[in-house]
RNA sequence: GACCCCGUAGCUCAGUUGGAUAGAGCAACGGCCUUCUAAGCCGUAGGUCGCGCGUUCGAAUCGCGCCGGGGUCGCCA
């Protein structure tokens, strides 16, 4: 309808003495009595040619000549909004489309196949998977199936740390709980990692290697203890994501960028750049003159780099790996490390503007309307797996993605449990079984017999103001993916199926749909399983099950 | 002290990148099931968009200054 109305207009544009550089834009006015579509370009042009805008309008609109069995009525209003109507027909012969289309009614080619990777979850394997982590994994996952939605080429990616001081700390308390199994006095590290998860790391050990880690001198007994715990928290946290439905393409190892020199590398580029110096024993990046506050440190005295140094080498990676757009998805606890990569990565003569990162708002879990206190040392800590296991996974991902990425999360844990209509997950899916209900009702009693049989169907019988409302917001489905996909905010997405669910209640209360007259019933059936494509194809993007009963 | 996010109905949150009379869900109140799923629909009530200046045809949205909540500021990641 954009595009109709966009190609119309543009010459006329031109004509009335608009740059070419002048953006026509069209929005779904708030009011149904302001049109189906309205554009504002007689106002912004008022500017440029100081005329008045509603002048300007009706030079327009004098010049335009419209189908009028497309649009019905073209009005001047307000300030100078040019507002359209569209006819009924115009929307709900279209209706068919959307069948035909199928499961693919929705993705677009916006993207050009651009090579792109999102980067999400990224926890280093030395413990499960917080509450925090699962909403990272539900955002970088939708965001990444939208993108392929809308014609990326998407790549997953988990990056990860098995090397350095955490996993050093790993070890020893892995090591500590084994050997407190066969001598209980044996000491536990002062900062050591106090979960009872690692007790059961520890017990799975003896049991598959008996005494015999004991035995061996201490620094091959950690390594021992290290490559075993890291071997089985990333199996728990694979599961975990499993379960959430997050699968990455590619885990990539930090420790790979020493192998194969690309840290020192970075670092020599950066010395004959004179953007690193020495100075009290370590090796500082010159990020004062990138448009910083002051310079950091990338080499610590002790020769060990920072967390800095690999983060730029690893994104040097990405770009050199041919990603022509690098999605970040960090928690908000990481937002400090973000200038210094981007820094780096532009002094090595990279765009920093094809990286987008995405910085997610902390979660805080309600029960009984109190705040539920996350803490590891107090064992009050939720971890993602538990949460799944008390309200299920859709119920999970639905919630984290139901706000915008920047607005803190409350997980009020009852209502996700909850099986009613309070709950908006089960809103979604219900409209989705109440289809399928239909559909196998209307199956029994022989009038639908599949998506083919209705592609024949005579939609422009559907002129109810909630069958034509209806159609109306199916058809607005591609376009609101790659509006969300645009944005990087999935809860856009989620916002529009609750409206197109709502509309499809309303429908559902206002009309009945397997009717006696035959044409009538195929008209609604083909708009039943045209929600329901919308429905399954949205639900599939946010990664929640479309369920055929309830 | 510096920087980032947030402040909108009793509660949880939207607000299409500056548009027309600020919306939704829950909670409250009142209606609607012998008919394809009532896990639904319809209606009523509920607002100083934290406060104050400014920018312009026009501000919840942009700028500046306050107030309040959360976060980050290491040779930790």
């Given at each position: 309808?954009?595009?109709?109305?966009?190609?119309?207009?543009?010459?006329?544009?031109?004509?009335?003495?608009?740059?070419?550089?002048?953006?026509?834009?069209?929005?779904?006015?708030?009011?149904?009595?302001?049109?189906?579509?309205?554009?504002?370009?007689?106002?912004?042009?008022?500017?440029?040619?100081?005329?008045?805008?509603?002048q300007?309008?009706?030079?327009?609109?004098?010049?335009?000549?419209?189908?009028?069995?497309?649009?019905?009525?073209?009005?001047?209003a307000?300030?100078?909004?040019?507002?359209?109507?569209?006819?009924?027909?115009?929307?709900?012969?279209?209706?068919t489309?959307?069948?035909?289309?199928?499961?693919?009614?929705?993705?677009?080619?916006?993207?050009?196949?651009?090579?792109?990777?999102?980067?999400?979850?990224?926890?280093?394997?030395?413990?499960?998977?917080?509450?925090?982590?699962?909403?990272?994994?539900?955002?970088?996952?939708?965001?990444?199936?939208?993108?392929?939605?809308?014609?990326?080429?998407?790549?997953?990616?988990?990056?990860?740390?098995?090397?350095?001081?955490?996993?050093?700390?790993?070890?020893?308390s892995?090591?500590?709980?084994?050997?407190?199994?066969?001598?209980?006095?044996?000491p536990?590290?002062e900062?050591?990692?106090?979960?009872?998860?690692?007790?059961?790391?520890?017990?799975?050990?003896?049991?598959?290697?008996g005494?015999e880690?004991?035995?061996?001198?201490?620094?091959?007994?950690?390594?021992?203890?290290?490559?075993?715990?890291?071997?089985?928290?990333?199996?728990?946290?694979?599961?975990?994501?499993?379960?959430?439905?997050?699968?990455?393409?590619?885990?990539?190892?930090?420790?790979?960028?020493?192998?194969?020199?690309?840290?020192?590398?970075?670092?020599?580029?950066?010395?004959?750049m004179?953007?690193?110096?020495?100075?009290?024993?370590a090796?500082?990046?010159?990020?004062?003159?990138?448009g910083?506050?002051?310079?950091?440190?990338?080499?610590?005295s002790?020769?060990?780099?920072?967390?800095?140094?690999?983060?730029?080498?690893?994104?040097?990676?990405k770009?050199?790996?041919?990603?022509?757009?690098?999605?970040?998805?960090?928690?908000a606890?990481?937002?400090?490390?973000?200038?210094?990569?981007?820094?780096?990565i532009?002094?090595?003569?990279?765009?920093?503007?094809?990286?987008?990162?995405?910085?997610?708002?902390?979660?805080?879990l309600m029960?009984?309307?109190?705040?539920?206190?996350?803490?590891?040392?107090?064992?009050?800590?939720?971890?993602?797996?538990?949460?799944?296991?008390?309200?299920?996974?859709?119920?999970?991902?639905?919630?984290?993605l139901?706000?915008?990425?920047?607005?803190?999360l409350?997980?009020?844990?009852?209502?996700?449990?909850?099986?009613?209509?309070?709950?908006?997950?089960?809103?979604?899916?219900?409209?989705?079984a109440?289809?399928?209900?239909?559909?196998?009702?209307?199956?029994?009693?022989?009038?639908?017999?599949?998506?083919?049989?209705?592609?024949?169907?005579?939609t422009?019988?559907?002129?109810?103001?909630?069958?034509?409302?209806?159609?109306?917001?199916?058809?607005?489905?591609?376009?609101?993916?790659?509006?969300?996909?645009?944005?990087?905010?999935?809860?856009?997405?989620?916002?529009?199926?609750?409206?197109?669910?709502?509309?499809?209640?309303?429908?559902?209360?206002?009309?009945r749909?397997?009717?006696?007259?035959?044409?009538?019933?195929?008209?609604?059936?083909?708009?039943?399983?045209a929600?329901?494509?919308?429905?399954?194809?949205?639900?599939?993007?946010?990664?929640?099950?479309?369920?055929?009963?309830?």
């Amino acid at each position: 309808m954009k595009r109709y109305l966009a190609e119309h207009l543009s010459s006329i544009l031109k004509e009335v003495g608009a740059g070419d550089d002048t953006a026509l834009t069209f929005e779904k006015p708030k009011l149904e009595a302001h049109g189906n579509l309205t554009t504002n370009v007689a106002m912004t042009l008022a500017k440029s040619l100081r005329r008045n805008p509603r002048q300007v309008a009706q030079d327009i609109v004098s010049r335009l000549t419209l189908d009028p069995t497309a649009v019905s009525r073209v009005e001047i209003a307000g300030p100078g909004f040019i507002n359209f109507w569209f006819t009924d027909a115009f929307t709900t012969r279209r209706v068919t489309e959307i069948l035909a289309a199928g499961p693919e009614f929705g993705r677009t080619a916006a993207g050009h196949g651009r090579k792109t990777q999102v980067e999400y979850v990224s926890a280093n394997p030395t413990g499960p998977l917080s509450v925090g982590h699962g909403r990272q994994a539900a955002i970088g996952d939708t965001i990444a199936n939208l993108l392929s939605w809308t014609g990326h080429d998407v790549t997953r990616e988990y990056y990860y740390n098995n090397a350095g001081r955490q996993m050093r700390k790993l070890a020893e308390s892995t090591y500590a709980r084994y050997r407190q199994l066969y001598n209980s006095g044996f000491p536990f590290p002062e900062d050591g990692y106090q979960g009872d998860y690692i007790k059961e790391i520890a017990e799975q050990l003896k049991a598959e290697r008996g005494e015999e880690v004991a035995r061996l001198p201490l620094e091959q007994a950690l390594d021992v203890c290290k490559s075993f715990a890291e071997q089985r928290l990333f199996q728990a946290i694979k599961n975990v994501l499993a379960r959430m439905g997050v699968v990455h393409d590619v885990f990539f190892n930090e420790d790979s960028l020493y192998h194969n020199g690309e840290i020192e590398n970075v670092v020599a580029e950066f010395r004959r750049m004179g953007l690193a110096y020495d100075q009290d024993g370590a090796v500082w990046l010159k990020t004062s003159s990138m448009g910083l506050e002051q310079d950091r440190v990338i080499i610590k005295s002790t020769g060990e780099p920072t967390y800095r140094l690999p983060d730029i080498a690893y994104h040097r990676e990405k770009f050199r790996r041919g990603f022509d757009l690098v999605v970040d998805v960090f928690g908000a606890d990481h937002i400090a490390t973000i200038p210094d990569v981007l820094a780096g990565i532009k002094a090595l003569g990279y765009d920093p503007d094809k990286v987008k990162v995405v910085i997610h708002q902390f979660v805080t879990l309600m029960q009984g309307g109190e705040q539920v206190k996350m803490s590891k040392r107090l064992a009050t800590f939720v971890t993602l797996d538990e949460l799944i296991d008390e309200v299920g996974a859709d119920a999970v991902r639905f919630f984290f993605l139901m706000r915008s990425i920047s607005s803190h999360l409350e997980f009020d844990m009852e209502l996700a449990k909850e099986q009613s209509e309070k709950n908006p997950v089960y809103y979604l899916q219900y409209a989705h079984a109440r289809i399928a209900s239909i559909l196998r009702f209307a199956e029994g009693e022989g009038v639908f017999a599949g998506a083919q049989a209705l592609a024949g169907a005579d939609t422009t019988l559907l002129t109810g103001a909630a069958e034509v409302a209806l159609a109306k917001l199916l058809l607005e489905f591609p376009d609101e993916v790659e509006a969300t996909a645009a944005s990087l905010e999935p809860h856009r997405l989620t916002a529009y199926l609750h409206e197109a669910a709502t509309a499809f209640h309303k429908f559902y209360h206002d009309h009945r749909v397997v009717v006696p007259e035959k044409d009538v019933a195929q008209a609604r059936l083909a708009l039943c399983l045209a929600t329901k494509t919308v429905l399954a194809n949205g639900f599939k993007i946010l990664g929640i099950t479309a369920p055929e009963r309830m």
